[in-house]
């Protein structure tokens, strides 16, 4: 009977020739090797299948008389909030984002019961610390690195972070 090790070295010795199929016997014992090849054409059958195309039914809307007026002003209320959305764009194009230079969890204050470090309309400057991101155990003061005022917190607390995540919004002095 051959050894486990006689057997793995027999497996890596036909891996690496040409060999497609081994067999061996030797009183009464019997050890039958293949290499699993794959051939185009078996290939070319495994991947064919037919897709049926699905047929969804569209509900029949109709259109009530008086929902003219209604449209309008749906359609003035999406405008104005398209307007909102463009005003703070443009105002959020003025905003320093403060990112989190590596992956880790959020905290916004030094422990549990303590207070959050920043809150909206804080007042930072560039050595003020705004937040802990702990990874591996290691816990990282995060400095504002800037001088303004919080404008946005965009994490949770406990939340995990990326590398370069945005973590708050701070409107420039």
Do not use: W
């Amino acid at each position: 009977m051959l050894k486990i090790q006689e057997i793995r070295e027999i497996i890596k010795l036909i891996d690496q020739s040409s060999i497609d199929e081994f067999s061996y016997e030797h009183e009464g014992s019997k050890i039958k090797l293949k290499k699993n090849q794959v051939s185009e054409a078996t290939l070319s059958n495994a991947i064919t299948k037919t897709i049926e195309p699905v047929q969804v039914q569209q509900p029949v809307q109709q259109a009530p008389v008086q929902q003219a007026p209604a449209h309008q002003e749906t359609v003035k209320e999406a405008s104005q909030q398209e307007a909102v959305k463009e005003a703070e764009g443009s105002d959020q194009a003025n905003l320093h984002k403060i990112t989190s230079p590596m992956v880790g969890t959020f905290y916004q204050s030094p422990s549990p019961d303590a207070d959050a470090y920043v809150k909206v309309g804080s007042k930072v400057d560039n050595s003020s610390v705004v937040c802990i991101v702990e990874a591996m155990k290691l816990f990282n003061e995060i400095e504002a690195e800037i001088k303004g005022e919080i404008v946005e917190i965009l994490v949770k607390d406990g939340q995990l972070v990326e590398y370069g995540q945005p973590l708050f919004l701070v409107k420039p002095e």
